[in-house]
């Protein structure tokens, strides 16, 4: 019996997949997550042998837990309406069993689940050609970091400050991530970082 636990922030689409894997005789759906938090604490309590997880949720993405479950026996399929480079990169460096579309029909689905368990891995064609033919995220960890912060709002000083780096050296940063990003401003490199799943 392979073990699952959905983590979900679509109550209906949870409930639906929840649905379909039970009716599978060798698939558990051990328990459903409505955020990445919560996710976590199921992790622990239920070790089942599959995550299978969207990329955006509440208090914790996909990814983050995905990252987190690198080096355990638990499998991590993603299952997420985001075809983002940027994403689609950290869930390969996570080394996630499959990357799969929302709209991948359910017994491909299921297919990909028993494979996974196998050990095979498996990303939507679509996914793997776009990444190809487009850009790599071109920031560092410092420069992510910063533009994190200035996302959520952050000024220069108080970026500084969490930092413990200087002001100047802030600004020096700040102006590297727009060169690289070719923004007009913070603001607009934070808004295009997000937009290719970098952040």
Do not use: C
């Not at 997880?53 to 026996?73: F, N």
């Not at 499998?75 to 996570?94: C, H, N």
């Not at 033919?133 to 959520?152: D, G, M, S, V």
């Amino acid at each position: 019996m392979i073990r699952l636990l959905i983590a979900e922030d679509q109550g209906l689409l949870s409930s639906a997949l929840e649905m379909i894997l039970n009716l599978e005789d060798d698939l558990e759906v051990a328990g459903t997550a409505k955020d990445g938090a919560e996710a976590a604490t199921l992790l622990k309590q239920l070790q089942p042998d599959i995550l299978l997880t969207d990329i955006e949720m509440p208090h914790k993405s996909g990814l983050e837990l995905a990252e987190e479950l690198k080096e355990s026996s638990i499998k991590v399929i993603i299952l997420t309406t985001f075809a983002r480079d940027g994403y689609f990169e950290k869930s390969v460096e996570a080394k996630v069993s499959a990357y799969l579309l929302k709209d991948t029909p359910s017994d491909e689905l299921i297919e990909h689940i028993r494979s996974a368990m196998k050990g095979k891995v498996y990303y939507e064609p679509s996914l793997i050609t776009g990444y190809m033919n487009n850009q790599r995220n071109p920031l560092t960890p410092k420069e992510q970091e910063i533009l994190t912060l200035i996302a959520k709002g952050a000024t220069s000083k108080e970026v500084s400050a969490q930092l413990y780096l200087t002001d100047g050296t802030i600004r020096n940063y700040i102006s590297e991530i727009i060169s690289k990003l070719g923004a007009k401003n913070r603001v607009d490199a934070a808004a295009k970082a997000k937009e290719n799943g970098w952040l």
